[in-house]
């Protein structure tokens, strides 16, 4: 089974979970940008 195989296999069974860590990280870097925004609005 090659790399790109195995990766897909992944991919097919970790979806929703998958999904939660897409969500996790973008709600991550809207607080990260709201933070470093924070000082100016003060």
Same mark, same amino acid.
């Given at each position: 089974?090659?790399?790109?195989? #195995? %990766?897909?296999? %992944? !991919?097919?069974? &970790? #979806?929703?979970?998958? /999904?939660?860590? !897409?969500?996790? !990280? !973008?709600? /991550?870097?809207?607080?990260?940008v ?5 000082? &100016?609005?003060?």
């Amino acid at each position: 089974m090659t790399t790109l195989n #195995q %990766i897909k296999t %992944i !991919a097919v069974r &970790s #979806q929703q979970t998958l /999904l939660h860590d !897409a969500l996790g !990280a !973008a709600a /991550l870097m809207v607080m990260l940008v709201v933070g470093l925004h924070l000082p &100016s609005f003060v």
